[in-house]
């Protein structure tokens, strides 16, 4: 997987939506499941619309939880701006809680930033809007790869 945030449906019921969470940095990755009401994808497309407004801007996005406290998993994605200018860094948390294939495994976690660039916040809300709509993605909001 290129850098960046990936989500993507799973299935719906008449309650709730389950959705999937990439995410990957070129040095550590990660991937956890979570479960959502109907409006999450919208609302986090409406939350993060027009970021950023000024330099102290911050949007957050929470799907599930990344409490080890409680079943599932989930992810925590906050959007700052790193300096004056406005340029974007994403702090991202991913958990999930340890159902995987090997039973007994312990929940694991991911805990990581990224380098934003703006025009890559306008694809991913364009393509969180599509995955809703249409159940077809994934939504990834690609991260930028720092100069070395």
Not at 11 to 24: C, G, K, N, Q, R
Not at 55 to 84: H, V, Y
Not at 114 to 131: G, H, R, T, W
Request: aromatic share 8%; hydrophobic share 45%; glycine share 8%.
């Amino acid at each position: 997987m290129e850098p960046g945030l990936q989500i993507s449906f799973l299935w719906s019921d008449s309650d709730v939506i389950e959705l999937s969470v990439t995410v990957a940095n070129g040095d550590f990755s990660g991937t956890a499941k979570a479960y959502a009401d109907h409006s999450w994808l919208s609302d986090a497309a409406t939350i993060l619309t027009g970021f950023p407004t000024h330099p102290s801007d911050k949007r957050k996005l929470c799907l599930g939880t990344i409490d080890p406290a409680f079943a599932g998993g989930g992810m925590e994605f906050l959007l700052s701006c790193r300096d004056s200018a406005g340029h974007a860094i994403a702090e991202i948390r991913l958990s999930n809680d340890g159902n995987t294939p090997w039973f007994g495994a312990p929940r694991q976690e991911v805990h990581m930033f990224a380098l934003i660039e703006p025009s890559a916040i306008d694809d991913f809300v364009l393509s969180l809007q599509k995955l809703e709509a249409q159940h077809e993605g994934p939504a990834l909001l690609r991260f930028a790869l720092p100069a070395s």
